[in-house]
């Protein structure tokens, strides 16, 4: 499970540093190589090029793998609170005075984040690595006063643009945290994360979590409707090379680029893996005192096959860890979404759950190699864990010493701009029937009109029995309410599957539901 802190960004697991020998000082208002402070020593530039990152990732694989480099002392001792008062100052960020579409902010170590990162910019082929300075920094009267004056190891870094305002750089993006990234787009919040990659999770052994020890960040034209990074990925048991451009806009869009290194035979393997956080819905409400009718940052993961089928699992919070695998070939695509969009469906004046992304994963080309999407929901009874991880798994070993490239595109969106010919579930309830001895779900969609006629719902359950589905208008959401009945028996599992059809054809997603007792 991941720790989610409020105002922080993403959680530092591990983090692994290799130095380069190109060093840029930034400081009193140096935003560039040509006004790094007169007191640092002159920057030092390094040939680049994205063969120079698979090169590196290839040269790493073949040694054994070393620890991070400590942080700067005294950094790995902060607490929150301390380390939310060192706080960047926007005028130092990297092209502030430049005419460009985009500002680096840098995010110093410590807290949780408690190794390393290299940070380079690119520059007509040169990289110059990004050096911080004390003078950079605003530091509150609780941060340690040796930390005042000392150049700090840096965890990550952020982007700004003027995604939302003219006038106002927001952040629309930021890596810091292992492998950990996340993203807005237009008019949205923060709320989940995606990683690099995901290795041994929810195996008993441990997962492992490798991390971007190196960025090189490509300074952009003028006129770029993306900025391009580059990232350097190591852990025990593989490196890789990794290639990011990011677009924001409406839809913030990363275009990702890959090839693995492993050391050793890999054998569970998560690719574009995304984590997140759900509480409660109408599922599991009554297990929680609370004022809100929902608490989380997506409600459900979604399913593209190659064969047409939508597939639409609403998320849950077990009281045990639950395990799933979904589809035996590669999905077109697949995503945690955010359904839930009206301040209504939460309550929460604050938190803005309505206005956290969905993350949608593309996989570019043909299905290739097979394998499922896996979904693990872990117990929790705080909304700051991220208990939700989902990616996709190839089916085969990842055998070492052989490169594995791969492609996709992640779109941090609003799910509503994700197109489709079917009907949409938009909630999914859960009680109990009407006399009180059986369970009742009620799923509602849009997409497929108001009127029921000729509209079958098809329920099936792999244990217990099915009673009376039915399918009706809904005219509050202008769409259609399908119901049933199930009793359990002795059940302790039951898979659930639903599916609204017309003339043979689905005219909705499929439906999946794992029930267990309470």
């Not at 911080?132 to 605003?138: I, W």
């Not at 999946?512 to 309470?518: D, F, K």
Request: glycine content about 8%; overall charge positive; aromatic content about 10%.
């Amino acid at each position: 499970m991941t720790l989610r802190i409020r105002g922080a960004l993403a959680l530092a697991l591990t983090m692994n540093l290799v130095m380069a020998s190109a060093v840029y000082t930034v400081g009193n208002a140096a935003s560039s190589p040509a006004k790094a402070a007169a007191s640092a020593a002159a920057p030092k530039s390094v040939p680049f090029s994205d063969q120079a990152v698979l090169d590196e990732a290839r040269r790493l694989a073949a040694q054994p793998y070393k620890n991070s480099s400590p942080v700067t002392p005294g950094l790995e001792e902060v607490s929150y609170d301390q380390y939310r008062q060192i706080r960047f100052r926007s005028e130092h960020a990297i092209w502030d005075k430049a005419n460009l579409p985009f500002r680096i902010d840098l995010l110093p170590a410590g807290f949780v984040f408690k190794a390393p990162v290299a940070i380079f910019i690119v520059e007509n082929g040169m990289s110059t690595e990004m050096i911080s300075q004390p003078d950079m920094f605003d530091f509150g009267p609780g941060v340690p006063a040796k930390l005042r004056t000392v150049p700090l190891s840096l965890s990550g870094f952020r982007i700004r643009t003027r995604i939302n305002s003219r006038t106002y750089w927001d952040e629309f993006a930021v890596f810091q945290g292992a492998s950990y990234f996340r993203a807005v787009g237009r008019g949205q919040v923060y709320g989940l994360s995606a990683r690099g990659l995901a290795l041994r999770t929810a195996e008993p052994q441990g997962e492992e979590f490798p991390s971007f020890t190196r960025f090189w960040i490509e300074k952009p034209a003028r006129n770029a409707a993306g900025i391009v990074i580059h990232a350097l990925l190591d852990s025990p048991s593989t490196t890789g090379a990794y290639k990011f451009i990011v677009t924001p806009g409406r839809e913030t869009v990363m275009d990702v680029e890959f090839t693995l290194f492993p050391r050793v035979d890999l054998r569970n393997v998560g690719i574009a893996p995304l984590t997140s956080m759900f509480l409660f819905d109408g599922t599991n409400r009554t297990r929680f005192e609370d004022f809100r009718l929902r608490v989380h940052d997506s409600d459900g993961l979604l399913i593209q096959n190659p064969d047409g089928e939508r597939i639409w699992r609403p998320l849950a919070n077990p009281r045990e860890l639950q395990l799933s695998a979904f589809t035996s070939t590669k999905p077109q695509g697949f995503g945690l979404m955010q359904r839930a969009r009206m301040i209504a469906d939460f309550q929460d004046l604050e938190a803005n759950y309505e206005r956290r992304p969905s993350a949608w994963v593309e996989f570019k080309g043909e299905p290739g190699s097979p394998g499922p999407v896996r979904l693990i929901e872990i117990p929790t009874r705080r909304e700051t864990n991220d208990n939700i991880v989902a990616f996709w798994q190839p089916r085969e070993v990842l055998p070492a010493g052989k490169p594995y490239p791969g492609a996709y595109r992640l779109r941090w969106t609003a799910e509503s701009l994700l197109t489709s010919p079917l009907a949409k579930i938009v909630s999914t309830s859960a009680g109990t029937s009407f006399d009180g001895d059986r369970k009742l779900f009620v799923i509602d969609l849009v997409g497929a009109g108001t009127a029921p006629d000729k509209i079958k719902f098809e329920v099936s359950a792999s244990a217990g029995k099915i009673f009376h589905p039915v399918v009706q208008s809904n005219p509050t959401i202008r769409g259609l309410r399908a119901s049933f009945e199930l009793d359990p028996g002795s059940a302790g599992v039951i898979e659930l599957r639903g599916l609204l059809s017309k003339d043979g054809k689905p005219v909705g997603e499929t439906w999946l539901y794992r029930w267990t007792p309470n």
